[in-house]
């Protein structure tokens, strides 16, 4: 039996930090919601390669520099760019529904 999933709001629009990674908890997950040159992602806001939050790290409108090590990520795709970071980021789907930024979990 598949398990159906459903778009969820997660933050409005207005509230997103423009041109810039917004930190969003969402039950017990903690996410990083980018407003990126080419529309907002979303991504599991802890680092893939330690206990860093990405949403203290810089981000420049399409890559996020992680706060502790310095690994890179594409906020679009969650590639991993750059050491100390190997392994890509676990993106989740996301939209603009109305004023919603919404995902889809
Ligand atoms: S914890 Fe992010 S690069 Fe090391």
Avoid at 81 to 90: N, S, T
């Amino acid at each position: 039996m598949s398990r159906e999933r459903n778009w969820q709001d997660l933050i409005a629009v207005s509230e997103l930090e423009t041109g810039d990674v917004t930190p969003v908890r969402l039950g017990t997950r903690e996410l990083a919601v980018y407003d990126t040159a080419d529309g907002i992602t979303v991504s599991m806001a802890r680092c893939t390669h330690g206990a860093a939050n990405l949403c203290d790290g810089y981000f420049d409108g399409r890559h996020i520099e992680c706060p502790l090590h310095q690994g890179l990520f594409d906020a679009r795709t969650g590639e991993a760019l750059a050491a100390p970071a190997r392994v890509k980021l676990r993106m989740i789907e996301a939209r603009v529904s109305g004023a919603m930024v919404q995902v889809l979990l």
